[in-house]
């Protein structure tokens, strides 16, 4: 059966264009305040969202999200939160595909198979795990199969051609390729090491590679659209609502306001 | 002393000590960690390597440390004989310098200018700051903004030897953050970039190269005690945080089946409280910082806050090693409140005219314990894994050593 994510991307580039992936931290600024900024990136373009597992070591997220997270975690989220998340979420928006991007220990520490199994039945179409290398996936990657779950990979510019092949072929749904060598967070320039990543990444796979870290506007959406098949943004959402502050109308404004702009500029390669 | 880089107990090849260790690490970082195994192997069967760091260890550390019988803190110790196995004597006052050097070297091996380290205490930020002035790199140290108030000695020592030191804000602001924040650092930066990691943590191969490095603390003890006593000793006890001390002068006694090592971890204000950092007596298996190991954590797998007096001992994960030694039953793990640490300091000061740092004072501690449950008849070997000049801001507000109100006991 074709994955919900393989689906939504296959839709996305029978349209000639980038797919528009948000990120946004579940339990940012509250459960019920998160839930309705995830939706607010969906109705403003995004084909798919992740939704963050906030985390209290996240050694690959810059300030912006580091700051989303503490802010959900001193709010008191739980995994269980994060999985009600991902369950509104994908029932109010049935074309969306919904992954959950989280560091290991929180599902090491739930239960894999738990995890994979509460996950598939809140809708969930799969999961980004950045500090999971291939190595050490065997079971969680085994309990994703049995429920239907995608496990989205990361590839770097450190990654050498041969680890590249290893990677990908133990992936699916798509490929991460991160535009810098560094953590999140938005940057004036995408790195000029995407193209060529994401050229040697599909050296390696049929699978669609998208593009994330730094990305910010509709312009560098445009930049990225043309040599990749989506195109992801997280810190620059965060941003919005962190400036927006108490108020949460000009925060939903803004962050369906950034992915509209971010739309448009998918769909201009 | 090249025999230090070539142990028995290595871990298997993907870093696994039984079901801990591992490399739980972002793409970005892969490279650069094979690198640096693939680097470290070549540089342990490399007669070069050894004879170099050989040296520095000699002529720069001024190894071999001595091993000092410490008769009068033997009188409260139940009579048992003690035994201090005197790394605080190296240069920079610590154990940490032993695994530095080697590192340093292993850096000018892969070409790189720059080197980034976490501290707690500041000890490994100071033995590295110091080997960076030697070897010309480029030196950032990250430490939790708590430690750099209760360890400004050290963060004045770093900044004199040429290192940058960046207080870490994040978080808990202490150990674990600035392991955190130097990882981030790491994956900007991996091209010019060595992070030198301080304990024998981390994802593969930074545990088992920073213990074989430090390996030289129990050849050389062990060698000492049989000289001095004839014999091996009963114990070996040694303070564990991320646990590099203890697995230097641990490792060479594994094969010795009658020597119990004893691993002494911070009881902090209580275990009883949530203000400890005994990641091994009441942590459960994790993954953080690269390495699956005890950790400290909540039910969904959030770090919990550690605590401990000792900055170098306040830290929410423990090396892979000990974890294994730990299942296994090869080495116990007590632990020791901050209360019972500080007594230890002031004991062993003032009967010996040796001022521990407050790492080496949970040891001594646990040695006290030890010697009264053992008797006149046992020989305890204690590694002094650092000296307590840097303690001394700490240890004056705890006794009331300045013309001010003491915060703790003054007796």
Redesign the interface.
């Known amino acids: 059966m074709t994955s919900k994510l393989t689906t939504v991307l296959a839709q996305a580039g029978a349209e000639d264009r980038a797919a528009l992936i948000g990120y946004l931290p579940a339990g940012f600024p509250s459960v019920d305040g998160g839930i309705r900024a995830i939706s607010a990136m969906i109705e403003g373009g995004c084909d798919i969202v992740e939704i963050g597992l906030p985390h209290s070591d996240p050694v690959l997220d810059g300030a912006t999200i580091q700051t989303a997270d503490d802010i959900a975690l001193r709010g008191g989220v739980r995994i269980t939160d994060v999985l009600r998340t991902v369950k509104e979420v994908a029932d109010a928006h049935p074309a969306t595909a919904v992954l959950v991007m989280t560091y290991w220990n929180p599902v090491d520490r739930y239960g894999v198979a738990r995890f994979a199994a509460d996950l598939a039945a809140a809708g969930g179409a799969g999961v980004i795990l950045p500090d999971l290398p291939v190595e050490e996936s065997g079971e969680w990657r085994k309990a994703a199969g049995e429920h239907g779950l995608d496990t989205v990979f990361v590839v770097a510019p450190s990654s050498k051609d041969a680890r590249l092949a290893e990677v990908t072929a133990a992936g699916s749904g798509f490929v991460y390729a991160a535009a810098v060598m560094g953590v999140t967070g938005s940057r004036a320039q995408v790195g000029d090491l995407a193209e060529d990543l994401v050229a040697r990444t599909r050296a390696t796979t049929e699978l669609p590679v998208c593009v994330g870290l730094g990305v910010s506007n509709g312009a560098q959406a445009a930049q990225v659209a043309g040599f990749a098949d989506g195109v992801i943004v997280g810190s620059a959402f965060v941003q919005r609502i962190l400036d927006a502050g108490a108020d949460e109308a000009a925060a939903l404004d803004a962050v369906g306001a950034l992915a509209g702009e971010l739309a448009q500029g998918v769909r201009s390669r | 002393m090249s025999e230090n880089l070539t142990g028995p107990q290595v871990p298997d090849a993907?870093g696994y000590f039984g079901a801990y260790g591992?490399?739980?690490?972002?793409?970005?970082?892969?490279?650069?960690v094979e690198q640096v195994a693939e680097e470290y192997e070549k540089a342990k069967n490399d007669p070069a390597f050894a004879a170099e760091l050989d040296l520095l260890l000699k002529d720069y550390t001024g190894r071999p440390s001595a091993l000092t019988d410490v008769h009068r803190f033997s009188a409260e110790a139940g009579g048992a004989r003690v035994l201090l196995k005197r790394e605080d004597l190296n240069h920079t006052g610590s154990h940490k310098i032993n695994n530095v050097l080697g590192q340093a070297l292993l850096t000018r091996r892969m070409g790189k200018t720059r080197i980034i380290a976490e501290t707690g205490a500041g000890q490994h930020g100071v033995a590295t700051a110091t080997a960076c002035a030697l070897f010309g790199f480029d030196c950032t140290i990250y430490m939790g903004e708590v430690d750099t108030e209760r360890q400004a000695l050290n963060v004045a020592r770093m900044r004199m030897l040429g290192a940058e030191v960046v207080a870490v804000k994040?978080?808990s602001r202490t150990l674990?953050d600035a392991i955190?924040e130097a990882?981030?650092d790491w994956?900007?930066?991996?091209?010019s970039t060595h992070y030198l990691f301080g304990t024998v943590a981390g994802p593969h191969p930074f545990p088992a190269m920073v213990r074989d490095f430090h390996r030289v603390i129990g050849i050389e003890a062990r060698r000492q005690v049989l000289e001095r006593t004839g014999r091996l000793p009963d114990a070996v006890v040694a303070c564990v945080g991320g646990g590099s001390n203890a697995m230097g002068i641990f490792h060479e006694f594994i094969p010795d089946a009658g020597v119990r090592l004893i691993g002494c971890e911070p009881a902090g204000e209580g275990l009883e409280t949530e203000r400890h950092g005994a990641t091994l007596t009441k942590g459960s298996p994790?993954?953080?910082?690269?390495m699956r190991t005890y950790?400290l954590?909540d039910?969904?797998?959030?770090?919990v806050e550690s605590h401990s007096i000792s900055a170098g001992l306040d830290y929410p994960g423990v090396g892979p090693e000990h974890a294994w030694l730990k299942d296994t039953g090869r080495a116990e793990y007590r632990t020791v409140t901050d209360d019972a640490a500080m007594r230890a300091l002031r004991l062993l000061s003032r009967t010996e005219g040796i001022i521990p740092a407050i790492e080496s004072a949970h040891a001594l501690a646990g040695a006290l314990e030890l010697g009264r449950e053992l008797g006149p008849e046992a020989t305890i070997l204690v590694n002094l894994s650092g000296r307590g000049d840097k303690d001394m801001h700490t240890a004056a507000q705890y006794f009331g050593l300045y013309d001010e109100p003491a915060k703790g006991e003054n007796r």
């Open positions: 993907r591992g490399r739980f690490i972002p793409e970005a970082l892969v490279a650069a994040s978080g674990k955190n990882f981030r994956v900007a930066n991996v091209d994790g993954v953080l910082h690269g950790v954590q039910e969904d797998g959030q770090t």
